[in-house]
């Protein structure tokens, strides 16, 4: 949609670039990197780091140093070509901006690269208290229930094809700098 209004048009996960914008401002001198390209298989040219670069500039975040990735075609696309951008060092801090039910296999992957980074959940689909709330929305229900088998089918072809070392990394079994080095 960006792309035909050549404009940026935020979905259901702006929580993603707002969250950006909001920490960017917070520590402005940290570095940032915003990665996103493409999972489509037939339209590359539609890349999502690139609508994000339009919507920062529009917001006043354009003179800031901002690397933008934008090749990435999937997850673990997004935290090599990151890396590779960046080379961060085990001591520095760095915090993962995604969407929560994306965020075990994002940290899941970021391990496997050697990158340690601090989750910054954002785009929740359940409420903090009331996880287990009845709710008769059956089109949301069944939108969301969408969600969580993909990712489901994700977190387990990920662990199979090697790019995570974990199912679900959680406190318990979170990387640290201390398993990178």
């Known amino acids: 949609m960006s792309n035909s209004w050549q404009q940026p048009e935020l979905g259901g996960a702006a929580d993603r ?3 950006f914008l909001y920490l960017a401002r917070l520590y402005p001198n940290a570095q940032l990197v ?8 037939t339209e590359q040219e539609f890349k999502e780091a690139e609508t994000a670069q339009m919507l920062f500039k529009q917001l006043g975040l354009a003179e800031r140093a901002i690397i933008f990735e934008s090749e990435s075609r999937n997850t673990s696309e997004n935290a090599r070509n990151s890396k590779e951008l960046v080379t961060p060092e085990n001591n520095e801090n760095w915090l993962l901006i995604t969407s929560a039910f994306h ?4 940290i899941g992957v970021f391990c496997q690269q050697q990158w340690v980074v601090q989750p910054y959940p954002v785009d929740h689909y359940s409420q903090k208290a009331n996880l287990l709330r009845v709710d008769f929305s059956f089109g949301e ?3 969301v229930l969408g969600v969580a088998i993909r990712e489901w089918v994700g977190l387990v072809a990920y662990r199979i094809s ?3 070392d974990r199912l679900l990394p959680g406190i318990d079994n979170n990387c640290t700098a201390a398993d990178v080095e």
């Open 17 to 19: 670039l707002t969250s």
């Open 34 to 41: 915003f990665t996103g390209g493409s999972g489509a298989v």
């Open 103 to 106: 965020m075990p296999r994002s």
């Open 141 to 143: 229900n069944l939108s």
């Open 162 to 164: 090697g790019r995570t």
